[in-house]
């Protein structure tokens, strides 16, 4: 089993900053992609930033400039540093992880529970 834990939302006023964490555990063998996903109430879950195995990076157009995901591969964890933050982030925030467990010639597709972040305006 593997499983993905997020820590590190919360409530944070316009133009504040918050640090997400996603730690995956289980029998990981090899880690491909890892992302953040964000969804607000009423809207589909849409991707905000991913980054390879090699540390390339992608970033929706709405963060750019203000988002950074970054990742520790001795850790499997991904972070999402997000500054300047606005009413407009305010949604569930997903981790999601492509790993390829011990035994298994595959790679699936893991997602964590989410974690809220709310900016207030």
């Known amino acids: 089993q593997v499983q993905l834990v997020e820590s590190g939302g919360g409530l944070v006023q316009a133009g504040g900053s918050l640090r997400l964490s996603c730690t995956a555990s289980?029998?990981?063998?090899?880690?491909?992609?890892m992302a953040w996903y964000r969804q607000a109430p009423g809207r589909e879950r849409d991707l905000v930033a991913s980054?390879?195995?090699?540390?390339?990076?992608n970033y929706a157009d709405s963060v750019k400039g203000r988002f950074t995901i970054s990742r520790d591969n001795s850790k499997n964890t991904v972070y999402l540093q997000m500054s300047s933050l606005k009413p407009e982030d305010t949604a569930v925030y997903y981790c999601?992880?492509?790993?390829?467990?011990?035994?298994?010639?595959?790679?699936?597709?893991?997602w964590g529970r989410g974690t809220q972040v709310i900016v207030s305006s």
């Open positions: 999601y992880a492509n790993f390829r467990r011990y035994f298994r010639y595959t790679y699936d597709d893991y």
């Open positions: 289980g029998t990981i063998s090899d880690a491909n992609t």
């Open positions: 980054i390879s195995s090699t540390g390339s990076s």
